[in-house]
């Protein structure tokens, strides 16, 4: 064996007394493991989802749930919970005891809250989440569980309605309610009923009394006082939802006008009719009535159609004396004599054989283009509504009314409006719907203007008018849904 020199020797030497006093220095200063706490808490409540704090600090954890491991001493635990009061208790842990905590915060009053409940008129029923709670406005209901609560109030000859409550623990939320008063007018609308939407063109009403309603792009609504019902293109035959005319032929079947071709509905079988199946020159309907002997007479961009049964006959400017083949509206008299509103003519009359015309040159008439058209039925006359003309001034646009052979054009000076939508004549009362209001003529030099001013009308947009058997009429509007107003 080789010997070590002296030098590597004391080196060996030193590095093993180094080694083995590094090695006694570790051992001898190691603090021992600190013991296993095994303390435990099971929290539970009634509502569960309650947030879990233990001394302020949030667990993370929510109800019912476990904390463990946890050092013998006291603790706060709080429990937090939406709209309810925070729930605080201080608990002692016990190293190796399992305890177990319910909080029910339905057993504690504090926890509840208070609706106070006004009406306007007073004494109206209160209704809590449907339910109806016996009492009437105003009231204070107490010992309600926080959280949102449908409070709905109901008084004889106003119309029931609601608001939402959020209660919270220990507070007094207050419910007003001014309740609209339906002995006059009731409006319905998307927001209150099932209609399915506030753009409506047109009313017709059954002899049932139901409401058969037309729309800008939702097709054709039922109403018959209780339920809503729609027609449509997706389920129905309906060819388009965009609904321009109706009427109703003496067989009661409806007859619906749309730009997309004529809808026939009768009972629960419809008969569409379009340009490539019949003999309709054109798709768009402009207008539709109903004459003497159950004739339909369809008014379209391209010329006027007859229907008699399975008999068609079209009449335009190459076959007949019509001075333009966009016809705009359409009325009857009761001897059959057809009156037609002319886009740009005027109007013209067709009484099976002779031709007649009226322009506002030859007639004094307040526009040329006539919108609106209805015909007494007795000494009423005829009532013809006019829309003015682009550029402004080429003429006024208004109303004109043929009263005994004689026209009379001034009112469209003192109307609120000089575009007319529609008119009605009903027992020798004429309603005119304007985008201004609606007018109620008794004669024509005096009448009555009603609008969103004096009335509970919603809107001053008036698209049609039609009366039921109670003498309700019944009010469509250009966006604010249907109105029904009981006429004084």
């Known amino acids: 064996m080789r010997k070590l020199n002296k030098t590597t020797g004391i080196t060996f030497l030193l590095t093993l007394l180094l080694l ?13 493991d600190p013991p296993v706490t095994t303390g435990y808490i099971y929290i539970d409540s009634n509502p569960r989802g309650a947030d879990i704090y233990l001394n302020s600090r949030n667990t993370g954890r929510h109800t019912p749930d476990s904390l463990k491991w946890l050092e013998g001493t006291d603790y706060t635990v709080t429990l937090k919970y939406p709209l309810y009061r ?93 309740l609209k008063d339906t002995t006059v007018w009731v409006n319905y609308n998307t927001s209150n009923s099932g209609i399915p939407t506030n753009a ?66 009768n009972g629960d079988n419809w008969t569409i009719y379009n340009k490539t199946n019949s003999m309709l020159p054109e798709d768009y309907i402009n207008a539709i009535c109903v004459g003497r002997n159950n ?53 013209a009359t067709y009484d099976g054989q002779v031709w007649g015309t009226f322009t506002k040159e030859s007639a004094g008439l307040p526009g040329r283009n006539t919108t609106a058209l209805a015909v007494g039925q007795f000494s009423e006359g005829v009532w013809a509504g006019f829309v003015c003309t682009l550029p402004r001034g080429a003429d006024e646009g208004g109303l004109a009314v043929r009263d005994n052979g004689t026209w009379i054009n001034n009112y469209y000076s003192k109307l609120p409006s000089r575009i007319i939508k529609s008119i009605m004549i009903k027992d020798n009362i004429k309603w005119v719907c304007t985008e201004a209001g609606l ?46 107003y009981k006429a004084r």
């Open 20 to 32: 083995s006093f590094a090695c006694d220095k570790e051992v001898s200063v190691s603090p021992p």
């Open 295 to 347: 004739v339909i007479w369809v008014g379209t961009e391209k010329g006027l159609v007859q229907i008699d049964g399975t008999n068609w006959k079209l009449f335009n400017t190459g076959n007949s004396p019509l001075p333009n083949n966009s016809i705009q509206s359409l009325a009857t008299e009761l001897n059959g004599k057809l009156w037609m509103g002319v886009l740009a003519k005027g109007l």
């Open 200 to 265: 409506l063109t047109s009313i017709l009403i059954d002899q049932n009394d139901v409401k058969w309603i037309g729309t800008f792009g939702n097709g054709i609504i039922k109403f018959d006082g209780r339920n809503w019902q729609s027609y449509n293109s997706g389920n129905s035959p309906l060819p388009n939802n965009f609904i321009t005319a109706m009427a109703f032929d003496k067989n009661m079947h409806l007859w619906i006008g749309t730009n997309k071709g004529l809808a026939e509905l």
């Open 86 to 178: 925070d729930t605080v208790f201080t608990i002692r842990i016990d190293e190796k005891v399992r305890q177990e905590i319910f909080v029910d915060y339905t057993n504690n009053p504090l926890m509840y809250g208070r609706i106070q409940c006004e009406s306007d008129p007073k004494n109206a029923t209160i209704y809590m989440d449907g339910q109806n709670t016996g009492k009437v406005t105003p009231y204070i209901l107490g010992h309600i569980s926080p959280g949102s609560h449908q409070i709905t109030y109901s008084f004889p000859g106003c119309r029931d309605d609601s608001v939402k409550v959020t209660v919270e623990s220990d507070k007094t939320k207050w419910a007003y309610v001014k």
């Open 439 to 484: 007018i109620k003529f008794f004669t024509p030099s005096r009448w009555d203007v009603l609008n969103t001013a004096n009335t509970q009308l919603p809107t001053n947009n008036i698209s049609a008018i039609s009366q039921d058997s109670h003498s309700w009429m019944w009010i469509a509007t250009e966006t604010a849904g249907l109105v029904k």
